[in-house]
T-cell receptor
Framework: NAGVMQNPRHLVRRRGQEARLRCSPM?????VYWYRQLPEEGLKFMVY????????ESGMPKERFSAEFPKEGPSILRIQQVVRGDSAAYFC?????????FGPGTRLTVT | EDKVVQSPLSLVVHEGDTVTLNCSYE??????LLWYKQEKKAPTFLFML????IEKKSGRLSSILDKKELFSILNITATQTGDSAVYLC??????????FGKGMKLTVNP
Protein backbone atom coordinates (compact mmCIF):
# COMPACT_ATOMS: atom_id res chain seq x y z
CA ASN A 1 0.00 0.00 0.00
CA ALA A 2 1.85 3.04 -1.27
CA GLY A 3 1.96 6.07 0.98
CA VAL A 4 1.44 9.67 -0.02
CA MET A 5 3.51 10.44 -3.10
CA GLN A 6 4.92 13.83 -3.97
CA ASN A 7 6.93 14.96 -6.92
CA PRO A 8 9.28 16.37 -7.67
CA ARG A 9 11.28 15.91 -4.48
CA HIS A 10 13.47 18.86 -5.31
CA LEU A 11 12.60 21.80 -7.53
CA VAL A 12 14.77 24.76 -8.44
CA ARG A 13 13.17 27.80 -10.03
CA ARG A 14 14.44 31.26 -10.93
CA ARG A 15 12.56 34.27 -9.62
CA GLY A 16 9.50 34.94 -11.76
CA GLN A 17 9.04 31.35 -12.94
CA GLU A 18 6.16 29.06 -12.06
CA ALA A 19 6.40 26.08 -9.70
CA ARG A 20 4.03 23.10 -9.87
CA LEU A 21 4.04 20.62 -7.02
CA ARG A 22 2.15 17.34 -7.26
CA CYS A 23 0.64 15.13 -4.62
CA SER A 24 -1.01 11.73 -4.95
CA PRO A 25 -2.87 10.75 -1.78
CA MET A 26 -2.87 7.32 -0.22
CA UNK A 27 -5.20 4.87 -1.88
CA UNK A 28 -8.75 5.41 -0.69
CA UNK A 29 -8.06 8.83 0.83
CA UNK A 30 -10.23 11.66 -0.45
CA UNK A 31 -8.92 14.50 1.71
CA VAL A 32 -5.72 16.34 0.78
CA TYR A 33 -3.88 19.04 2.76
CA TRP A 34 -0.90 21.19 1.84
CA TYR A 35 1.52 22.54 4.45
CA ARG A 36 4.63 24.68 4.13
CA GLN A 37 7.70 24.39 6.34
CA LEU A 38 10.12 27.27 6.45
CA PRO A 39 13.60 26.84 7.95
CA GLU A 40 13.48 26.69 11.77
CA GLU A 41 9.67 26.90 11.66
CA GLY A 42 6.91 24.38 12.20
CA LEU A 43 4.59 23.25 9.46
CA LYS A 44 1.98 25.84 8.50
CA PHE A 45 -1.36 24.87 7.01
CA MET A 46 -2.06 26.21 3.55
CA VAL A 47 -5.11 24.55 2.03
CA TYR A 48 -7.51 21.61 2.44
CA UNK A 49 -9.16 20.03 -0.58
CA UNK A 50 -11.49 17.22 -1.41
CA UNK A 51 -12.06 15.98 -4.94
CA UNK A 52 -12.90 19.00 -7.12
CA UNK A 53 -13.49 21.21 -4.08
CA UNK A 54 -11.44 23.62 -2.02
CA UNK A 55 -12.74 23.26 1.52
CA UNK A 56 -10.43 25.61 3.46
CA GLU A 57 -7.82 27.88 1.93
CA SER A 58 -7.37 30.13 4.94
CA GLY A 59 -3.61 29.52 4.99
CA MET A 60 -2.96 30.30 1.34
CA PRO A 61 -1.31 33.59 0.41
CA LYS A 62 -3.84 35.74 -1.41
CA GLU A 63 -1.78 36.12 -4.57
CA ARG A 64 0.29 33.81 -6.78
CA PHE A 65 -0.73 30.59 -4.97
CA SER A 66 -3.47 28.21 -6.09
CA ALA A 67 -4.37 24.59 -5.49
CA GLU A 68 -6.60 22.02 -7.11
CA PHE A 69 -7.57 18.40 -6.64
CA PRO A 70 -9.26 17.27 -9.86
CA LYS A 71 -11.56 14.32 -10.25
CA GLU A 72 -8.75 12.39 -11.91
CA GLY A 73 -5.08 12.76 -11.15
CA PRO A 74 -2.99 14.27 -8.39
CA SER A 75 -3.53 17.40 -6.37
CA ILE A 76 -1.49 20.34 -7.69
CA LEU A 77 -0.09 23.27 -5.74
CA ARG A 78 0.84 26.03 -8.15
CA ILE A 79 2.99 29.03 -7.35
CA GLN A 80 3.22 31.70 -9.99
CA GLN A 81 6.03 34.24 -10.32
CA VAL A 82 8.04 32.69 -7.51
CA VAL A 83 10.11 34.88 -5.19
CA ARG A 84 13.00 33.97 -2.89
CA GLY A 85 10.65 33.92 0.10
CA ASP A 86 8.78 30.98 -1.45
CA SER A 87 11.81 28.75 -0.84
CA ALA A 88 10.62 26.11 1.60
CA ALA A 89 9.61 22.48 1.98
CA TYR A 90 6.05 21.86 0.86
CA PHE A 91 4.34 18.84 2.36
CA CYS A 92 1.16 17.18 1.29
CA UNK A 93 -0.92 15.02 3.63
CA UNK A 94 -3.95 12.86 3.03
CA UNK A 95 -6.58 11.38 5.28
CA UNK A 96 -9.59 9.14 5.29
CA UNK A 97 -10.92 10.57 8.56
CA UNK A 98 -8.84 12.40 11.16
CA UNK A 99 -5.31 10.97 10.99
CA UNK A 100 -3.27 12.80 8.38
CA UNK A 101 -0.41 10.95 6.69
CA PHE A 102 2.35 12.97 5.10
CA GLY A 103 4.30 12.63 1.90
CA PRO A 104 8.07 13.14 1.64
CA GLY A 105 7.73 16.76 0.63
CA THR A 106 8.98 18.91 -2.23
CA ARG A 107 11.89 21.18 -1.43
CA LEU A 108 11.53 24.33 -3.53
CA THR A 109 14.55 26.55 -3.99
CA VAL A 110 14.15 29.90 -5.71
CA THR A 111 17.35 31.38 -7.08
CA GLU B 1 -5.34 32.64 17.32
CA ASP B 2 -4.79 28.88 17.60
CA LYS B 3 -1.34 27.93 18.81
CA VAL B 4 0.74 24.95 19.88
CA VAL B 5 3.89 25.29 21.97
CA GLN B 6 6.46 22.55 22.40
CA SER B 7 9.17 22.33 25.02
CA PRO B 8 12.03 21.90 25.16
CA LEU B 9 12.95 22.86 21.59
CA SER B 10 16.00 20.64 21.65
CA LEU B 11 17.40 17.92 23.84
CA VAL B 12 20.58 15.86 23.83
CA VAL B 13 20.61 12.59 25.76
CA HIS B 14 22.59 9.36 25.94
CA GLU B 15 21.35 6.02 24.77
CA GLY B 16 19.22 4.37 27.41
CA ASP B 17 17.91 7.62 28.88
CA THR B 18 14.20 8.35 29.18
CA VAL B 19 12.89 11.58 27.69
CA THR B 20 9.64 13.50 28.09
CA LEU B 21 8.46 15.90 25.42
CA ASN B 22 5.86 18.51 26.29
CA CYS B 23 3.17 20.06 24.15
CA SER B 24 0.62 22.68 25.19
CA TYR B 25 -2.15 23.91 22.96
CA GLU B 26 -4.83 26.57 22.60
CA UNK B 27 -7.16 25.57 19.80
CA UNK B 28 -10.77 26.54 19.22
CA UNK B 29 -13.16 23.56 19.34
CA UNK B 30 -10.35 21.14 20.08
CA UNK B 31 -10.80 17.65 18.60
CA UNK B 32 -7.50 15.80 18.73
CA LEU B 33 -3.77 16.01 19.44
CA LEU B 34 -1.30 14.30 17.13
CA TRP B 35 2.38 13.43 17.45
CA TYR B 36 4.70 12.93 14.50
CA LYS B 37 8.36 11.97 14.13
CA GLN B 38 10.25 13.79 11.38
CA GLU B 39 13.62 12.57 10.22
CA LYS B 40 14.99 13.87 6.95
CA LYS B 41 11.74 13.66 5.07
CA ALA B 42 8.08 12.92 5.73
CA PRO B 43 6.61 13.41 9.20
CA THR B 44 5.70 9.92 10.34
CA PHE B 45 2.49 9.49 12.30
CA LEU B 46 2.95 8.29 15.90
CA PHE B 47 -0.22 8.89 17.91
CA MET B 48 -3.58 10.59 17.84
CA LEU B 49 -5.16 11.42 21.19
CA UNK B 50 -8.73 12.51 21.70
CA UNK B 51 -9.59 11.54 25.27
CA UNK B 52 -8.03 12.74 28.50
CA UNK B 53 -6.08 10.37 30.68
CA ILE B 54 -5.93 7.42 28.30
CA GLU B 55 -2.35 6.48 27.55
CA LYS B 56 -1.43 5.28 24.09
CA LYS B 57 1.62 3.06 23.73
CA SER B 58 3.70 1.81 20.87
CA GLY B 59 6.83 -0.03 21.92
CA ARG B 60 9.04 2.34 23.87
CA LEU B 61 6.87 5.35 23.03
CA SER B 62 3.80 6.43 24.94
CA SER B 63 1.66 9.52 25.04
CA ILE B 64 -1.14 10.97 27.11
CA LEU B 65 -3.47 13.93 26.85
CA ASP B 66 -4.81 16.28 29.55
CA LYS B 67 -7.75 18.22 28.13
CA LYS B 68 -8.31 20.14 31.33
CA GLU B 69 -4.78 21.57 31.44
CA LEU B 70 -4.49 21.62 27.62
CA PHE B 71 -1.29 19.67 27.23
CA SER B 72 0.13 16.37 26.11
CA ILE B 73 3.38 14.55 26.77
CA LEU B 74 5.30 12.06 24.69
CA ASN B 75 7.58 9.68 26.57
CA ILE B 76 10.39 7.68 25.05
CA THR B 77 12.04 5.09 27.29
CA ALA B 78 15.40 3.39 26.77
CA THR B 79 16.26 5.78 23.95
CA GLN B 80 18.28 4.58 20.97
CA THR B 81 20.27 6.52 18.38
CA GLY B 82 17.49 5.78 15.90
CA ASP B 83 15.16 7.91 18.00
CA SER B 84 17.13 11.00 16.97
CA ALA B 85 14.67 13.15 15.03
CA VAL B 86 12.42 16.17 15.28
CA TYR B 87 9.20 15.39 17.12
CA LEU B 88 6.19 17.39 16.05
CA CYS B 89 3.05 18.03 18.03
CA UNK B 90 -0.11 19.18 16.26
CA UNK B 91 -3.61 20.05 17.41
CA UNK B 92 -6.78 19.76 15.38
CA UNK B 93 -9.65 22.10 16.09
CA UNK B 94 -13.02 22.72 14.52
CA UNK B 95 -11.62 22.74 11.00
CA UNK B 96 -9.67 19.87 9.52
CA UNK B 97 -6.34 21.65 9.52
CA UNK B 98 -3.53 20.78 11.91
CA UNK B 99 -1.82 23.52 13.92
CA PHE B 100 1.78 22.52 14.55
CA GLY B 101 4.32 23.46 17.16
CA LYS B 102 7.85 24.29 16.06
CA GLY B 103 9.07 20.80 16.86
CA MET B 104 11.53 19.37 19.35
CA LYS B 105 14.90 18.19 18.08
CA LEU B 106 16.05 15.10 19.95
CA THR B 107 19.63 13.90 19.65
CA VAL B 108 20.50 10.54 21.17
CA ASN B 109 24.23 9.96 21.50
CA PRO B 110 25.71 6.45 21.76
Amino acid sequence: NAGVMQNPRHLVRRRGQEARLRCSPMKGHSHVYWYRQLPEEGLKFMVYLQKENIIDESGMPKERFSAEFPKEGPSILRIQQVVRGDSAAYFCASSLRDEQYFGPGTRLTVT
Amino acid sequence: EDKVVQSPLSLVVHEGDTVTLNCSYEVTNFRSLLWYKQEKKAPTFLFMLTSSGIEKKSGRLSSILDKKELFSILNITATQTGDSAVYLCAAQGGSEKLVFGKGMKLTVNP
